[in-house]
């Protein structure tokens, strides 16, 4: 298939690594910055064109497969153009940063039958796979709570690199950008069905940036189970990614930096390949682990089938929200019960929450 790449960041890589193992042929590469889309080209011995204007690619190449990598405050924009001009995408989280953009771009992408999707890759690793099979079988029982930890490191040089970094409108903090792969999981496992949110977010330790460097939440799911959420930036080092299921019959904790090992797998019905998946230890190359190249797969397949990827829209739509209920909860200093109808990132801009 006929591939582009729109934004050639920090995490263009992966993508690049990830079409060529699954034989796309790279035809374009596009930053608004072409000296970054040239490098990625040179680093990877690419033949693709290049471009400044993601528009312009679209238009020559025609592309069958389009992956979006740009700044967060522009995905949704790009993501609703290659919808309504029948574009096959997937897109970096967050797919957006409001309510009301995630749902114009389900909006069209069903009304132009495109197949598209949401960069949430960890839920292709193998330990998060077994831990979803363990789920589907029914193997925890009745789901009593859970938990994610994402305790990374950010310091100044990081938030440098791009003057779009930490600011609501265009990134927002702590929970959009680093956590939301972790809360992802978090929702996916629980049930999904959430009925309420209640969070605090703060600013302790880095005073150059507009939004949170901690953020915590209580979840509590319609099926009568409870979560809760810790995301930061404010460790010494990157430290952890730690997922936790607890159930009347199972217990089962990932870790790693990215929920890609088993700490702990515990059921009352062992069987006999729990002792392989408590050997589970998946080696990552980096934060963004390895999920990139089995989600480009699934995407592949889909589109070949003209079917819906496996994170599709509404999985990015529901990570995304639970973020903007942790915000609005902090906002307004109450519970936010879902389905949230509409907020922005943006609207934490007369939020204070350096304290």
């Known amino acids: 298939m006929k591939y582009a790449l729109i934004g050639c960041g920090r995490v263009s890589g992966s ?3 990830a079409a060529i193992h699954n034989n796309l042929e790279i035809a374009g590469l596009c930053d608004i910055v072409p000296e970054k889309a040239q490098l990625l080209k040179e680093k990877y011995n690419l033949e693709a064109e290049i471009f400044s204007d993601y528009k312009d690619m679209l238009e020559k190449i025609k592309p069958e497969i389009t992956a979006i990598a740009t700044i967060s405050g522009t995905h949704g924009e790009i993501a609703l153009y290659c919808a309504e001009n029948g574009y096959n995408f997937m897109v970096e989280k967050p797919m957006a940063m409001s309510i009301a953009e995630t749902d114009r771009v389900i909006a069209a992408a069903e009304k132009s039958g495109v197949t ?3 960069c949430h890759q960890n839920r292709f690793n193998i330990a998060v796979q077994e831990l979803r099979h363990a789920i589907d079988d029914n193997r925890f029982g009745k789901l009593s709570h859970g938990s994610v930890h994402i ?3 950010r310091d100044a040089e990081y938030y440098n690199q791009d ?7 265009s990134d927002g903090g702590a929970l959009m950008n680093q956590c939301i792969h972790g809360i992802d999981l978090l929702r996916w496992m629980m049930g999904d069905e959430v009925e309420s949110v209640f969070g605090s977010v ?4 880095h005073p150059y940036i507009e939004a949170e460097d901690i953020g915590v939440a209580v979840v509590t799911f319609k099926n009568g189970a409870v979560a ?10 990157s430290l952890e990614e730690t997922l936790c299921v607890f159930g009347e019959n199972g217990m089962v904790r990932l870790g790693g930096m990215n929920a890609s090992t088993v700490d702990v797998w515990k059921f009352k019905d062992e069987v006999s390949d729990d002792e392989y998946k408590r050997e589970i230890e998946e080696k990552a190359p980096n934060v963004y682990g390895n999920g990139h190249k089995s989600l480009y797969y699934n995407v592949i397949e889909a589109i070949g089938n003209k079917t819906q990827p496996y994170v599709d829209l509404y999985a990015g739509k529901r990570a995304l929200e639970i973020v903007l209920a942790i915000y609005k909860s902090q906002l307004t200093g109450e519970k936010v019960y879902l389905p949230l109808e509409n907020f922005a990132s943006s609207d934490m801009e007369k939020a204070v929450i350096k304290k």
């Open 15 to 17: 993508h690049i690594k």
């Open 116 to 118: 598209a999707g949401v």
């Open 151 to 153: 305790r990374w490191s």
């Open 163 to 169: 003057d779009w970094r930490g600011k609501w409108a």
């Open 202 to 205: 703060r600013n302790h330790q």
């Open 228 to 237: 809760t959420i810790e995301g930061t930036v404010n460790t010494v080092e």
